[in-house]
């Protein structure tokens, strides 16, 4: 197990202190043991952004409406913002810092590169994580059922249809019917 560090640093070199509140706890994020303190009722957003950088998982709206905060706990997408910290211990997190191999980009990352399936690319991690779970869930077959199935996660930019696209090539590769 790899604990954190107590001082971190931020991309302005602004120090943060990755132990902050009374309940001692252990996150297995993207394979690796996170050990901190946290105070209760942090969500696993802010744990994951502010306490142990993981700033590739976006704060949008924080009110479970806008799906940037996407994340896997055990392999199912999940809100970060409306889950407290302390619930995940034991729980197996991926972040989007955790779909690349090495050098190697996740099927779906490349694909929305190729297929234009972002803009500014705020909402696009939660995008990723959204369409990685969902090509794993396999209910979806035609792009307006990938559209109903990613609904959850907005896109302000409207970089729907390249989405879309995007993840139609990936079920492609893996002969998943469209
Ligand atoms: Fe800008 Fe989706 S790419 S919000």
Redesign the pocket.
Same mark, same amino acid.
């Given at each position: 197990m790899s604990s954190s560090t107590n001082n971190n640093t931020t991309l302005n070199d602004q120090p943060t202190d990755v132990n902050v509140g009374c309940c001692a706890i252990t996150l297995n994020i993207n394979g690796q043991d996170h050990a901190f303190t946290v105070e209760p009722r942090l969500t696993l957003l802010d744990a994951l952004r502010e306490q142990l950088l993981f700033t590739g998982t976006k704060k949008g709206c924080d009110h479970g409406q806008c799906g940037a905060c996407t994340v896997h706990i055990n392999g199912e997408r999940t809100l970060s913002c409306l889950t407290l910290a302390v619930m995940q211990q034991g729980q197996r997190i991926t972040t989007i810092e955790g779909l690349a191999e090495g050098n190697a980009l996740h099927p779906l990352q490349q694909a929305f590169i190729e297929h234009d399936g972002?803009? @500014?690319?705020?909402?696009?991690p939660g995008q990723i994580m959204s369409a990685v779970a969902l090509l794993r869930e396999g209910h979806a077959r035609t792009k307006d059922e990938i559209r109903e199935l990613m609904s959850g996660n907005i @896109?302000?930019?409207g970089?729907y249809n390249g989405i879309v696209e995007a993840i139609i090539a990936v079920m492609e590769v893996s002969d998943a019917a469209v």
């Open positions: 972002f803009q @500014c690319g705020f909402c696009t @896109c302000r930019c970089a």
